[in-house]
């Protein structure tokens, strides 16, 4: 969880650039509060907490949409 404590929180496992491309390097072995947190319509709900975050960093809720097969 390297990164959660600072003011601005950057998780130490997240790689990319947010807004553009981003991925968690231990998605398959990610701690617990990782875990309890969804992305908003990922499954097929919105997720308050992601909402917020995501505004946090400047970026536009999710919608469902997103979650096309492309």
């Not at 991925?23 to 990610?30: D, F, L, M, S, T």
């Not at 908003?40 to 997103?66: M, Q, T, W, Y």
């Amino acid at each position: 969880m390297i990164g959660t404590n600072q003011k601005k929180i950057r998780c130490g496992a997240l790689k990319g650039v947010i807004g553009d491309t981003v991925n968690c390097e231990i998605y398959a072995n990610r701690p617990s509060p990782c875990r309890s947190f969804s992305a908003s319509f990922e499954d097929g709900e919105p997720d308050d907490r992601c909402d917020r975050a995501r505004n946090g960093h400047g970026l536009k809720p999710l919608v469902p949409a997103d979650w096309a097969q492309k």
